[in-house]
Antibody, heavy 131, light 113 residues
Framework: QITLKESGPALVKPTQTLTLTCTFSGFSLTSRGVGVGWIRRPPGKALEWLAIIYWDGDKRYSPSFKPRVTAVKDTSRDEVVLTMTEMGPVDTATYYC???????????????????????WGQGILVTASS | QSVLTQPPSMSAAPGQKVTISCSGNASNIGTNYVSWYQQFPETAPKLLLYDINKRPSGIPDRFSGSKSGASATSATLDITGLQTGDEADYYCASWDSSLDGVVFGGGTRLTVL
């Protein structure tokens, strides 16, 4: 059974750095074609992708958040940690971690994101940025 | 402003069919596959469809997806035999080769009257 769960503070003050941990089970982040990423949903707004870290250590960040976010993995603990600097009220949102599955391209012999999808999600954690 | 465009809301009666569109460009839907997610209030999104029209285990065949051609820049989600339990927010997503990341649609709130 695959599960993911987010943990971290419910409240951060403006300008502070947010640190969230995604603890997962039922799969390994060393398995080829697997990634763990972060998505958020501000109240009343749409889903926004933040970051992905892949099985091989490669990372991708949303251009909208790249200067502020960092993702690191600890495969021995089955965890992925997201940090987001300079938090502000607009960053108030429910933050989700999810597993990303890549596609194995037979032609190139590589895993690609062409058919990627988020196949398992954590329950989410509401983070409020307010003084 | 989301990269992929969806209608903000749609409504239909129980038993009817609804089609939710998702429009992008050559860098995302035109090149890569689309996945769809269903989200009920106060719960996490759930994968509904991937690779345009593949369903994870447990997703009924009332949900189906399509894309008009290999290089088409839009996709659709069809839900037939609508049930009140289908009331939710629906999101499309794709990889964007230019942005080198995941892009989501703005979401469509479905109301089953």
């Amino acid at each position: 059974q695959i599960t993911l769960k987010e943990s971290g503070p419910a409240l951060v003050k403006p300008t502070q750095t947010l640190t969230l941990t995604c603890t997962f089970s039922g799969f390994s982040l060393t398995s080829r074609g697997v990634g763990v990423g972060w998505i958020r949903r501000p109240p009343g707004k749409a889903l926004e992708w933040l970051a992905i870290i892949y099985w091989d250590g490669d990372k991708r960040y949303s251009p909208s958040f790249k200067p502020r976010v960092t993702a690191v993995k600890d495969t021995s603990r089955d965890e992925v940690v997201l940090t987001m600097t300079e938090m502000g009220p607009v960053d108030t949102a429910t933050y989700y971690c999810a597993r990303w599955r890549q596609y194995f391209d037979l032609m190139s012999g590589n895993y690609t994101n062409k058919e990627g999808r988020w196949d398992y999600w954590g329950q989410g954690i509401l983070v409020t940025a307010s003084s | 402003q989301s990269v992929l465009t969806q209608p903000p809301s749609m409504s239909a009666a129980p038993g009817q069919k609804v089609t939710i569109s998702c429009s992008g460009n050559a860098s995302n839907i035109g090149t890569n596959y689309v996945s769809w997610y269903q989200q009920f209030p106060e719960t996490a999104p759930k994968l509904l469809l991937y690779d345009i029209n593949k369903r994870p285990s447990g997703i009924p065949d009332r949900f189906s997806g399509s894309k008009s051609g290999a290089s088409a820049t839009s996709a659709t989600l069809d839900i037939t035999g609508l049930q009140t339990g289908d009331e939710a927010d629906y999101y499309c997503a794709s990889w964007d080769s230019s942005l080198d990341g995941v892009v989501f649609g703005g979401g469509t709130r479905l109301t089953v009257l």
